[in-house]
């Protein structure tokens, strides 16, 4: 009598550390928060992830989609998995027969199943603003170039520009970096991102990984014509708690001189990008740094209504920062016609004023945000810290209802048509 072989298998799924640039998207797409990391590596549980494969298209590098066949109780823990600096090879057909998988072609379809997740406390709703981000870009969009320097071939751009772009002294300085690839073909596209490689080793010996920056400017660079990008990028002294730290890339890029070398690799992004049809309508809520990607699109229109090509189309601006003082780009944005771009500043820590959010201002805008979610032509974007990202969606959400709509039905066609666009970190 043959004896039974277990053959309890799974295709786990990995992250590529060697590729992955730690942008968040995979953990902020998760829908059953299947994905965690430290301060070096993005992983994920095996005991959580379904295999839904939400995370997979919105990953900028591919570093994602990863997999390894192997027994369920020898999946790899997310201790193993923050410890590595490269994939494991996958086991070979002798090692799976080794520990009794005889056939395991046929149990890769078996995934264990997701756990749980916690439920709402009573009288509440539990309300997953990741669930509405589109991973698809508008209809009009641009083609995208995407990884043409990957980690392990990054190219070198020079520092032209660096500018500190909040009132001089404030220790918490933005800077407005410009960076030029001179021969070296680097298509860039508005919403785009790049990764940038600190020169030097962590305290363990290792060299540093890559940080991403979103791109400020337009597609035909920071100066028309030229082969060059701009950053906005803000120099980390402090962590989430207040506790001192020295970000170890924004410091590196903020001290940056010109005729400086980087590294940079990418570009990265191929969703949220802006739409290119004349009739659009683009509404931008961001705060701090992730001004940086409103900037580009906002420039890119500007230099389109001046050279007479676009015509029709909203932009509209919520725009939030502690302070004044601390609001990248506040002098140049109050240049702009205001028949071209509708601006709200929001600030939350003026002194004698009470505090004010992003979405506390749409809520004040609720009757020009209903008529522009009612436009099928309208496209939203946010971008910012990631706990700014639920009070947006739910003043959507209000905005919506007190207007008449199923909001579960507006928000559905934002994401599946590409027109809410979420890139939180």
């Known amino acids: 009598m043959d004896m039974a072989v277990d053959v309890s298998v799974i295709r786990q799924h990995l992250i590529d550390p060697e590729i992955c640039i730690r942008c968040n998207t995979c953990e902020a797409t998760c829908p059953v928060n299947a994905i965690t990391h430290d301060d070096r590596n993005y992983v994920v549980r095996a005991d959580v992830c379904n295999g839904c494969m939400a995370c997979i298209s919105p990953c900028p590098t591919g570093s ?13 823990s997310i201790e193993e998995q923050l410890t ?65 320097h990957p980690p392990k071939n990054p190219t070198t751009a020079t520092v032209v520009g660096n500018f500190n772009c909040t009132e001089a002294g404030y220790e918490n300085q933005t800077h407005h970096i410009v960076l030029d690839f001179g021969a070296m073909p680097f298509p860039v596209l508005e919403g785009q991102s790049i990764g940038i490689i600190p020169p030097g080793t962590d305290a363990n010996g290792k060299a540093h990984f890559a940080r991403q920056y979103s791109i400020a400017s337009p597609r035909n660079g920071e100066r028309p014509g030229y082969n060059n990008i701009s950053l906005t990028v803000k120099r980390v002294l402090e962590d989430h708690q207040g506790k001192p730290v020295r970000g170890v890339a924004s410091n590196y890029v903020c001290d940056l001189k010109v005729g400086d070398k980087v590294q940079v690799i990418g570009p990265f992004g191929s969703s949220f990008l802006m739409p290119n049809h004349p009739k659009s309508h683009i509404v931008m809520i961001c705060t701090g740094t992730g001004s940086a990607p409103m900037r580009a699109m906002t420039e890119w229109r500007r230099r389109l209504r001046k050279s007479g090509k676009f015509e029709g189309g909203k932009l509209m601006l919520f725009f939030g920062a502690r302070t004044q003082q601390e609001l990248p780009y506040f002098g140049p944005l109050q240049t702009l016609p205001k028949d071209f771009i509708d601006i709200n500043f929001a600030f939350s820590r003026t002194q004698g004023q009470p505090k004010r959010y992003v979405q506390d201002l749409m809520r004040e805008r609720a009757a020009d945000l209903a008529e522009l979610l009612k436009d099928g032509q309208t496209h939203f974007y946010v971008c910012g810290l990631k706990s700014m990202e639920e009070g947006v969606v739910l003043a959507l959400r209000d905005v919506a209802t007190e207007a008449g709509l199923d909001w579960d039905t507006v928000g559905a066609g934002l994401k599946r048509e590409g027109r809410l666009h979420l890139e939180t970190y």
Request: glycine share 4%.
């Open 64 to 76: 994602i989609d990863n997999w390894r066949t192997m027994p369920v109780v020898r999946a790899y």
């Open 84 to 148: 590595w600096d490269e994939l494991p090879a996958e086991l070979t057909p002798e090692q799976l027969e080794a520990e009794g998988v005889a056939e395991p072609q046929e149990a890769l379809l078996q995934v264990p199943a997701a756990s749980p997740q916690p439920p709402a406390a009573p009288g509440e709703t539990a309300f997953n603003s990741a669930q509405y981000g589109a991973t698809v870009p508008p209809w009009s969009a641009a083609h995208a170039y995407t990884n043409l």
